[in-house]
């Protein structure tokens, strides 16, 4: 049976005001049952327009007066059907309590961003990265922007959050803040979780992302062919710093690790296996999972190069990934390679370069890479020209006899 639901707005006469004007009030009516409550606003009888529930004329207070009533019975609408979404069923008493906010937490947005943060900020260190949480408080920075210049508030309840505020943002960190449509996909992702956090909690009862759509935009991933490599290699560095943070970028371009993965190497990481060869177990510190990379003799020699540089248990004496990434500016400079020298490159000549261009399954280089999924492993299957030879080279022996045969009928 459908439910009746109605929504009165109404004068209390029996109450002037000494300035001649009445309190309006609202009624709920649901399968019978009524609630009624103040509207917290008076307006003049004889400009009440009974029927209708609304004043009469256009007076900057009639026009005034009427939004306000538009936008309480906008909002009831709004908490009936969450009320009815939530238990199934709808009182009069629920649905006037609900937009009062009595008995029910109404938590705001920001606040529980906040929380988010704060707890975040206890697990660096342990299984949360530093950057992500950097990464989070600029969200939150643009969020708080995004509503005090988009509703004039400091904050907005959770409930309120919806589509259209969703679209709105995403709005504003492209004309505002010229975002790309990667940077907008990646703190989508941040928002997404700050709203599932309230739907778990049954703080929020729809999803506002329902219905909305971003995709990242393809993006030409940087690795080094072989020649440059061997420049590289080759190269003789200025100092000794330049070629530990060369030693260091060859390294990651042999096993694929990280700057932070390098960084926090220890000599725990490195054990003989049932082969007999060294590998390297750890959990990358990025996504918190398994990564088993077999080590070949090149990050071999450079780990026997640099025993005994640390006083700790690490491996290497690393520099700053900022120190890093200016003298590999530097060294890329005096090689002549054009593509920007970054640990991200470096992990991409690995998954490129040395491992999938070269026959290693793809299955192979994510589990050593320490992707969550074989999707992002995906965005390193570029085929090179030397791998199309060389398969165009076996593919030469296998049909060697056919076109004999073909080439001697033409």
């Known amino acids: 049976m459908r439910s009746t639901f109605k929504i009165l707005f109404y004068l209390k006469k029996n109450n002037p005001k000494p300035n001649g004007t009445v309190p309006v009030m609202g009624r709920i009516t649901i399968d019978g049952t009524i609630s009624q409550f103040s509207l917290k606003m008076n307006v003049p009888v004889n400009l009440w327009d009974t029927k209708s529930g609304r004043m009469i004329g256009k007076t900057a207070l009639a026009v005034k007066s ?202 725990d990481n490195l054990k003989t296996s049932f082969d007999g060869h060294l590998w390297i177990i750890n959990r990358r510190q990025k996504t918190n999972t398994d990564s088993s990379i077999r080590l070949l003799e090149v990050p071999k020699r450079i780990i026997e190069k640099y025993k005994g540089y640390t006083r700790d248990n690490r491996v290497f004496p690393i520099p700053s990934n900022s120190s890093c990434n200016t003298i590999q500016k530097k060294i890329a400079k005096q090689c002549g390679i054009k593509t920007r020298l970054t640990y991200h490159v470096a992990r991409h000549t690995f998954g490129t370069l040395l491992t999938i261009s070269q026959g290693v399954p793809i299955e192979t280089v994510s589990r050593m890479m320490g992707h969550t999924n074989i999707k992002t492993t995906q965005i390193y299957a570029k085929i090179t020209k030397e791998k199309i030879s060389q398969d165009m080279e076996v593919l030469s022996h296998k049909l060697e006899s056919l076109e004999k045969q073909v080439i001697e009928r033409i």
């Open 66 to 267: 009427n939004l306000t009533l538009d936008k309480i019975r906008t909002d009831i609408n709004r908490h009936y059907q969450e009320v009815m979404q939530a238990d199934g069923f709808a009182t009069a008493n629920k649905v006037k309590n609900a937009y009062l906010g009595l008995g029910v937490k109404q938590d705001t947005f920001l606040t529980l961003f906040a929380k988010h943060n704060q707890e975040f900020s206890r697990k660096i260190g342990y299984n949360r990265a530093q950057a992500t949480y950097n990464k989070y408080n600029l969200l939150y920075k643009h969020m708080e922007n995004y509503i005090r210049q988009e509703y004039k508030r400091d904050d907005i309840f959770l409930k309120e959050l919806n589509l259209a505020f969703i679209n709105g943002f995403e709005h504003y960190l492209r004309t505002e803040r010229e975002c790309s449509t990667n940077t907008i996909w990646m703190y989508m992702i941040g928002v997404k979780h700050i709203v599932a956090i309230a739907r778990n909690s049954g703080q929020l009862a729809i999803n506002p992302f329902a219905g909305y759509l971003i995709s990242p935009e393809p993006k030409d991933r940087g690795f080094l062919n072989k020649e440059e490599l061997n420049l590289l290699v080759n190269a003789k560095m200025k100092n000794a710093q330049y070629e530990l943070v060369r030693d260091l970028f060859v390294f990651s371009c042999f096993c694929g690790l990280s700057y932070s993965d390098v960084k926090n190497l220890t000599k």
